[in-house]
């Protein structure tokens, strides 16, 4: 069975920073692509980084490009992505996502999720 596990969300003061970890099992997380997205009340799901199987390519959302950072460590089957200079409009569940495909911007493109971990930024 498969899963992915998020941890590390929580709450903070715009400014601050988090670092989520995604922990994957029952599949073999080094030959999957791996993507973080996020979804506010009342918005759809959004992109928001991704990096693919090998750690050599990383995508990020505009919203996010120097402030938010992607890396896995296949060793442990774990994906991360650290959250610096946090703003209010990051305020959302953000979820982990795996597929073996390339399309890693579209939500529709991964067949594994997580259930996702809340963050808050306060102003």
């Known amino acids: 069975q498969v899963q992915l596990a998020e941890s590390g969300g929580g709450s903070v003061q715009a400014g601050g920073s988090l670092r989520l970890s995604c922990a994957a099992s029952?599949?073999?997380?080094?030959?999957?692509?791996a993507g973080w997205f996020r979804q506010a009340p009342g918005k759809e799901r959004e992109f928001v980084a991704a990096i693919n199987w090998s750690n050599s390519n990383t995508y990020y959302a505009d919203s996010v490009k120097g402030r938010f950072t992607i890396s896995r460590d296949n060793a442990k089957n774990t994906v991360y992505l650290q959250m610096n200079s946090l703003k209010p409009e990051d305020t959302a569940v953000y979820y982990c996502a795996a597929d073996r495909g390339g399309r890693y911007y579209y939500p529709t493109s991964y067949k594994y999720w997580g259930q996702g971990t809340q963050v808050t930024v306060s102003s």
């Open positions: 029952g599949l073999p997380f080094s030959s999957y692509g």
